[in-house]
């Protein structure tokens, strides 16, 4: 019988661990499955190096400032300048969810480099499309968009509550990005690059 009750006992406790939605540590914190801003910066340099600045022989110096990341943790946004090359932008950073040509998800991350001119460029297009369209995103909450592409981006805008959100869809990545994080982002690049 206490065989039994010890197969009964282990059965639930293991049942329950399995059903848990949320993964804890050992410590009982709950784990988010997120890029957060340090993440990126990280993974950010390996990008700089390999695909913007094109290590050679030669000592580069260069900055990586993180600037802001959604809430949600999809979308993150760095500053480069590397003086001796003459290069500084903006870098996209996407994480979560993305999915190829035959629907199959993956989950991952991505950096889009945007140069200072485009990157200018971008946040001016998002500002003018915004303002010439104010009205009419806040007509009707939620329901009224607004959408345009951007080099190989599509960006998709809409007002939910008093703010607007921007959701960015690039290379199988869809990310969302909140007025707050956007703003930052924006006002931050400008403060920097300048």
């Not at 022989?57 to 480069?80: D, K, N, Q, R």
Request: some cysteine.
């Amino acid at each position: 019988m206490k065989i039994v009750n010890i197969i009964v006992f282990l059965f639930f406790i293991s049942t329950a661990n399995s059903l848990a939605q949320i993964a804890q540590n050992d410590y009982n914190i709950f784990q988010a499955k997120e890029f957060s801003k340090d993440i990126s910066l990280f993974k950010s340099k390996t990008f700089l190096l390999h695909n913007v600045l094109a290590i050679k022989e030669t000592v580069l110096t260069f900055e990586s400032i993180p600037l802001a990341a959604a809430s949600s943790g999809e979308l993150t946004t760095l500053l480069y300048r590397c003086e001796q090359l003459n290069k500084e932008g903006l870098i996209l950073g996407f994480y979560g969810d993305y999915w190829n040509d035959s629907g199959v998800t993956f989950q991952g991350y991505g950096f889009k480099n945007l140069p200072k001119e485009k990157a200018i460029e971008f946040f001016n297009k998002i500002e003018k499309s915004i303002e010439e369209n104010k009205k009419f995103l806040k007509d009707s909450n939620d329901y009224n968009n607004i959408a345009f592409s951007f080099d190989d981006m599509k960006i998709l805008i809409w007002t939910i509550s008093g703010s607007y959100k921007i959701r960015v869809y690039w290379n199988g990545f869809d990310s969302t990005w909140e007025q707050i994080s956007y703003e930052r982002s924006k006002k931050r690049f400008e403060k920097k690059i300048n």
